[in-house]
């Protein structure tokens, strides 16, 4: 269980420092440049190289890590041999490409999600981590807020009983700004592949990853039904997911919704024992409460703040520092991915 990274990540880096991994950043936008800055700030990473096609982000991101070097592309960090391992946050059509490359070339990655536009592309990318037994991570955030490892401790004890429902909601009053998120060729699809991943890898990862035995779903684009061969990519999605065990999970996620507030997150389970939910606060994106239910009674397990925010690469970064190489939960992404393929219709 995950739950030592909120409990030691003090001691663990500072034990790890002399033997932190030299790191390349390949796209340091706002999110790369922040996983870049947490793994700094965390002792975790020594930030060595650092390459985007843009030249304002290489120069903010050089502003926070002035010993770094730019080079030009991922090639360029690839044949540097003192490097260990590539931190990869570019467009999602690059994602699978670019980390099997890396991983071909004898270097550790920890990519943004989601890993491959599709499972096919995500199990590509695993088969090259276990073949080259390189440690392969992807940014799946939220299982790293104490909130949600609040959650899965009580879901994993069984004082929930027969788990029967989950409900999962991750509603986004905003819509992407770069135009790639609207190209199904480049992104994949839309609100599912870029907030549903999170949830539905939530709701797998409490539950062992069961059987999944049937996918429903509709997905809208402004208010009109459509499916994935018409070249649009959803901005509004329902999926009803049947997992073996008899567990119902129903996921509703959305880009540009009138919701009344910025973003409305949850991943609430509901079992013959009473409930327990994740869930964000007053419309924020980053501060999250855990919650446990006994009918008509509610109590508070966590509350904000939480410095969340690039927990998941600084824990894969000293993983890297101790020398471990490809591991089987890797097999997790692709079981995801597949999940989304059938609420695609893929």
């Given amino acids: 269980m995950q739950e030592t990274l909120l409990d030691q990540e003090q001691t663990k ?19 790369g440049r922040n996983r870049m800055e947490v793994i700094a700030k965390h002792n975790a990473g020594e930030v060595l190289y650092i390459a ?14 002035p010993e770094a070097k730019q080079v030009g592309s991922l090639e ?33 990655v920890f990519c943004q999600k989601p890993l491959g536009r599709n499972v096919e592309e995500t199990r590509r990318v695993v088969e090259a981590a276990r073949s080259e037994n390189k440690l392969l991570g992807v940014d799946l955030s939220y299982r790293f807020t104490e909130a949600m490892q609040q959650v899965y401790k009580v879901v994993q004890s069984g004082e929930l009983g ?3 429902a989950i409900e999962l909601v991750f509603h986004n009053a905003y819509g992407p700004d770069k135009a790639w998120f609207y190209e199904p060729k480049l992104s994949g ?40 061969a018409e070249g649009k990519v959803e901005d509004y999605a329902s999926a009803n997911i049947e997992l073996a065990g008899n567990t119902h999970m129903q996921l509703s996620c959305s ?39 006994y009918g008509t009674k509610t109590e508070q397990l966590c509350t904000p703040p939480d410095d969340w925010m690039g927990r998941a690469g600084v824990a894969w970064a000293e993983r890297v520092a101790k020398g471990e190489g490809f591991n089987d939960e890797a097999e997790e992404f692709v079981k995801v991915a597949e999940v989304l393929d059938k609420i695609y219709g893929r």
């Fill in 255 to 293: 880009w540009n919704l009138p919701a009344g507030q910025e973003a409305i997150i949850s991943a609430t389970f509901y079992g013959t024992n009473g409930g327990v939910a994740f869930k964000n606060v007053n419309g924020s994106f980053y501060d999250f409460v855990a919650e446990r239910y």
């Fill in 13 to 31: 880096a500072a034990s790890s420092s002399n033997s932190k991994p030299k790191l390349g950043f390949l796209g340091v936008g706002w999110i």
């Fill in 76 to 108: 360029s960090m690839l044949r540097k041999p003192e490097v260990d391992g590539i931190v990869i946050a570019t467009p999602s059509a690059f994602h699978a490409e670019q980390s099997e490359l890396a991983l071909r070339a004898g270097k550790s």
């Fill in 189 to 228: 699809g839309g609100c599912v592949i870029d907030l549903g991943v999170h949830l539905v890898d939530l709701a797998m990862w409490a539950m062992d990853f069961p059987k999944v035995k049937q996918v429903q779903s509709h997905l809208f684009a402004k208010g009109k039904p459509i499916n994935m």
């Fill in 52 to 65: 985007d096609t843009t030249e304002q982000n290489a120069e903010e991101a050089l502003k926070s890590a």
């Fill in 162 to 164: 027969q788990i029967y």
